[in-house]
């Protein structure tokens, strides 16, 4: 069974930076897509960034901010997150999918102080 864990969160002041780990586990195959999402309070869950064989994608509110990059040896999936700002504040998810299966880490705080 695949399992997803992320770290890197916690608070920090508008401006500041962090970066988001994404560890997946279990036997993990044909990996076409690894990416974070985030939800904040009250609100849908949406897509940050994702990275593919083709590429990466960016939300526009984060283009230029963030990077999202990958260890696909480690089956690992990262995000740095530069000039964070209050508006950013929300869970952050990791998503994998391989092998046709979903899968969803359980969700690391991102909280940026004004």
């Known amino acids: 069974q695949v399992q997803l864990v992320e770290s890197g969160g916690g608070l920090v002041q508008a401006g500041g930076s962090l970066r988001l780990s994404c560890a997946a586990s279990g036997r993990v195959f044909s990996i076409n897509l690894m990416g974070w999402y985030r939800q904040a309070p009250g609100k849908q869950r949406e897509l940050v960034a994702t990275i593919t064989s083709g590429g990466t994608n960016y939300a526009d509110s984060v283009k230029g901010r963030f990077t999202i990059s990958r260890d696909i040896v480690l089956n690992m999936v990262y995000l740095q997150m530069n000039s964070l700002k209050p508006e950013d504040t929300a869970v952050y998810y990791c998503?994998?999918?391989?092998?046709?299966?979903?899968?969803w880490g359980q969700g690391t705080q991102v909280s940026v102080s004004s």
């Open positions: 998503r994998i999918i391989a092998s046709g299966s979903d899968y």
